[in-house]
């Protein structure tokens, strides 16, 4: 007999089900990582694709409350990257704060 013949005969789990773990893990990690970009454009699109993910994830298991909020999710950064392509909305870019101008009060 082989020496690894018999290393995992049986995954613990299907192949399918493995697929769905890894595309909810993606999806969580890309809605994660597009907090954190300052780019609108690209933060939607990885909105988009992360909501995706799990809307796909919530349909697996079977959850009505997680699947509308991943659809509200994903309806709502598809509408926002469709304004910013087609020139409604305006890319505002870098998120940073404005420059506010002050000048010294003076003290009486």
Not at 8 to 36: D, K, W
Not at 87 to 97: C, M, S, V
Request: net charge neutral.
């Amino acid at each position: 007999m082989p020496p690894f013949n018999n290393f995992l005969p049986v995954a613990p789990y299907p192949l399918l089900e493995i697929i769905i773990y890894t595309v909810a893990g993606l999806g969580a990690i890309l809605i994660a990582y597009a907090v954190f970009l300052k780019a609108e454009k690209r933060q939607d699109v990885l909105l988009l694709i992360g909501s995706l993910c799990l809307v796909v994830y919530s349909l697996w298991i079977g959850n009505l409350i997680f699947l509308v909020a991943m659809l509200g999710l994903f309806l709502s950064s598809l509408v926002e990257w469709l304004e910013i392509l087609f020139g409604f909305h305006q890319d505002l870019g870098a998120k940073t704060k404005p420059e506010i101008k002050t000048e010294n009060p003076k003290i009486i």
